[in-house]
């Protein structure tokens, strides 16, 4: 039963770390400081320039590259190596790249690495590089037929074999693995449309129990979605006003500093620190891209903020105050 709950915990640990529930998981950055995966550099040059791999081609088109799998550390380890989809993680929007227990239907399924001593049959390679030592793998693109035109987003992954600790998720052990990936964009040639929506803008608030001698404290959530089918690199403007139009919040255009892939959906938040106590507020969520100047989205949610406690304590204190006034006038009336 341990062995059963253990192999259950380490393809739960994959699962996790791999869909980016784990933070080791999400393909951020192509180095951890243990290994790396990068383009391969040029012949005889020791780092490459290209920071991922930029590809283009029309449908049915062939492209060929290489990556490295660059061993810092001073003992020999061995990667599963496979291509994968990109995705947005939904809270937050990070960066991510899919785990290998997940088919890829874009661009990963479009890369197939030919790597020493691969097996066809097999959908991930495994690959072993000394201490200090790199080892490069060639890869193809052949982009299909009926391919979209537009952005198509995913990556090189290096999985290390080795599970490097176990934590434990109520009775289950979960085994921990780290992956590293480079970034993969492919661009079809074709009529681009860039698309950008904000939606589900909502604001949840908590006040003190005696109003204004504390600030009171709100969220600002919303949602952004890519309805168009290239990446857009978002930028967002938070305002709000109160009664007769007064401004309460201004927060000016900033850029995100993610990536928004292709029909990816991703949820943020805003805090607000000093929100009003007694006011009713419209607060606004203005997207657009500094890539794509005409692209705009807006959307609105209003709120009535009002403290709650001490208005509940007020309606309280007058209607004590109505009863003692009711029992005072019943004691003097005359009999009738």
């Known amino acids: 039963m341990r062995t059963r709950t253990s192999l259950y915990g380490l393809l739960l640990g994959l699962l996790l770390l791999g869909s980016g529930l784990l933070p080791a998981a999400t393909a951020t950055a192509a180095d951890n400081g243990t290994w790396g995966v990068f383009p391969t550099p040029p012949a005889g040059a020791a780092m490459t320039d290209r920071a991922y791999f930029f590809h283009q081609g029309a449908a049915g088109t ?46 990963g399924a479009w890369i197939t690495l030919v790597p020493e001593a691969a097996e066809a049959a097999e959908a991930a390679s495994t690959v072993t590089v000394p201490p200090k030592g790199r080892k490069d793998i060639s890869f193809t693109v052949k982009v299909p037929e009926d391919a979209t035109p537009g952005d198509h987003v995913g990556g090189i992954v290096a999985l290390n074999t080795v599970v490097e600790g176990v934590q434990k998720d109520g009775k289950v ?15 079809v040639p074709g009529p681009l449309t860039p698309g950008l929506s904000v939606e589900d803008v909502k604001v949840s608030r908590s006040a003190p129990l005696v109003p204004w001698v504390k600030d009171a404290h709100a969220t600002i959530s919303y949602t952004l979605v890519n309805r168009g089918n290239v990446v857009v690199d978002p930028k967002v403007a938070v305002s709000a006003e109160g009664l007769f139009g007064r401004e309460v919040l201004d927060r000016p255009a900033r850029e995100l500093k993610l990536t928004l892939l292709p029909g990816q959906r991703i949820e943020l938040t805003e805090p607000w620190p000093d929100a009003p106590q007694l006011d009713r507020v419209t607060v606004n969520v203005a997207a657009g891209s500094a890539t794509y100047p005409d692209l705009a989205s807006e959307s609105e949610a209003a709120f009535i903020a009002v403290p709650w406690p001490a208005a509940g304590a007020a309606l309280l204190l007058t209607g004590a105050g109505i009863a003692v006034r009711v029992l005072r006038r019943r004691r003097h009336s005359p009999p009738a």
């Open 62 to 107: 062939t492209v060929t590259d290489s990556a490295t799998i660059l061993n810092s550390s001073d003992t020999e380890l061995t990667f599963q190596v496979f291509a994968t989809d990109a995705v947005n993680t939904r809270a937050g929007g990070a960066f991510a790249l899919l785990p290998v227990e997940t088919k890829p239907k874009d661009a």
């Open 173 to 187: 052990q979960v085994g921990v693995k780290r992956q590293v990936g480079a970034r993969l964009y492919f661009r």
